[in-house]
């Protein structure tokens, strides 16, 4: 029994290993017209995710705060505050590893920009989203909190229910085309040459932040496991599956199907695993606090300008941490809501702030990656603070306990 558990954990995490090396087992003999099919094919299943994901972020949280009862209001406040501290923390883990390595770096001057002759697609298939994940979010705590207010146990059943249809919908229709999903996005990065052009180009950089996200990610894996090093390895080998799909696909928001699947494994309590994970897929983002203070910090040496005092980056760094609550849900969304408060704090020309928005799409991949690994790792402490303080309510501690035997 053990060893057929063991071969089901293992089976994701090598297919889409598999399918990150097709593109260039293929390259030679797979025309580019099935390249074009397989990256617009994956285009229309995000479409429709998307369009899709306001819809199970509103169910989620409103299922689990029907089950949290009168904790619900407590529950909302405390998650705001734990990821404002653990966005603020990378922020400032940021800026000690870039203060004292960029100094040591040095970079040209040069813009590499991507000529546009990559991968294009065959079709164009767009579902406008009706509301935002955002405001799914938003409604979805209202909702839950008047559910609680109403205590109407039909109602209850039917928020409860919502949640299950979403986690079915995710399970048995999303995780099952996941390898055709990413396989378009592996083709497209293999066409435009992003992971070639970054070590080419900033090979040093990419190094840097690379090693300060994964040293950053391990550390806060292993506080998760207790300093257990087994648990560690669980861990990591649960959430390993989310890492590539955000590598491939660049979109915290397509990861978070896989991300849900791979918390729940990690907490052992589905309920949790499904609020706690849409609620902070956009903004609780630790990979790019680190990655784009790092850059922000080399781009400043590279046009020989003055790195921050601790105080004038403790601003920066404040306002950073706020703006990564109104995050679009796109690649790169980071660096364009920051990107202002970098010219107004930290003296930005436009030339700059090209350089660095460039840079940063290159390394978004990564980023990405880092993102919703920490996002697994962020579930796994605050899912434990909330039962701490008991507010884990009995449905979600059964359904915790049977999902576990």
């Not at 205590?151 to 055709?180: M, N, T, Y």
């Not at 890492?243 to 696909?249: A, D, H």
């Not at 494994?265 to 499904?274: D, E, L, Q, S, V």
């Not at 928005?357 to 993102?371: C, E, K, L, S």
């Amino acid at each position: 029994m053990k060893i057929i558990e063991l071969i089901a954990n293992v089976k994701l995490p090598a297919l889409l290993l598999v399918v990150l090396l097709i593109p260039f087992l293929t390259d030679s003999w797979i025309n580019y017209d099935i390249k074009s099919f397989f990256f617009s094919l994956s285009l229309t299943i995000k479409s429709l995710l998307v369009f899709v994901l306001p819809f199970i972020v509103f169910s989620f949280v409103i299922s689990c705060l029907a089950r949290m009862g009168k904790n619900a209001l407590l529950f909302a406040l405390l998650l705001i505050m734990m990821v404002f501290v653990s966005n603020i923390t990378a922020i400032f883990t940021g800026y000690t590893i870039g203060s004292i390595m960029v100094p040591l770096i040095s970079m040209p001057i040069t813009l590499d920009a991507l000529d546009g002759s990559g991968l294009h697609t065959m079709w164009v298939f767009e579902l406008p989203p009706l509301f935002t994940n955002m405001n799914a979010l938003i409604v979805g705590f209202i909702a839950g909190m008047v559910v609680n207010l109403l205590d109407i146990q039909r109602l209850r059943e039917l928020s409860c229910k919502a949640g299950d249809v979403s986690s079915w919908f995710l399970k048995h229709l999303f995780i099952p085309i996941l390898p055709f999903f990413i396989l378009g996005f592996a083709y497209k990065l293999h066409a435009d040459g992003i992971l070639s052009q970054a070590i080419s180009a900033y090979g040093r950089i990419l190094l840097l932040v690379i090693v300060s996200q994964l040293a950053y990610l391990f550390i806060y894996f292993f506080m998760a496991a207790k300093c257990s090093f087994p648990v560690f390895m669980t861990y990591v080998g649960n959430v390993f599956p989310a890492w590539l799909t955000g590598l491939s696909t660049v979109s915290s928001a397509a990861t978070m199907p896989v991300l849900i699947d791979s918390t729940e494994k990690n907490i052992g309590n589905p309920i949790m695993a499904r609020t706690i994970v849409p609620a902070t897929i956009n903004i609780h983002t630790i990979g790019s606090a680190i990655g784009l203070t790092i850059l922000a910090l080399v781009t400043l040496n590279t046009f020989n300008m003055p790195m921050p005092d601790l105080q004038s980056f403790a601003i920066f760094g404040f306002y950073y941490a706020l703006a990564k609550f109104s995050v679009a849900a796109v690649p790169g969304g980071v660096i364009l809501v920051v990107g202002p408060i970098l010219q107004s704090l930290m003296g930005f020309s436009d030339e700059m702030l090209g350089l660095i928005t460039a840079v940063y799409m290159i390394f978004d991949p990564f980023g990405t990656a880092m993102n919703v690994s920490g996002n697994g790792a962020f579930a796994i402490v605050f899912s434990r603070l909330c039962q701490s303080l008991g507010l884990n309510s009995d449905n979600d501690k059964q359904e915790s306990e049977s999902s576990v035997a």
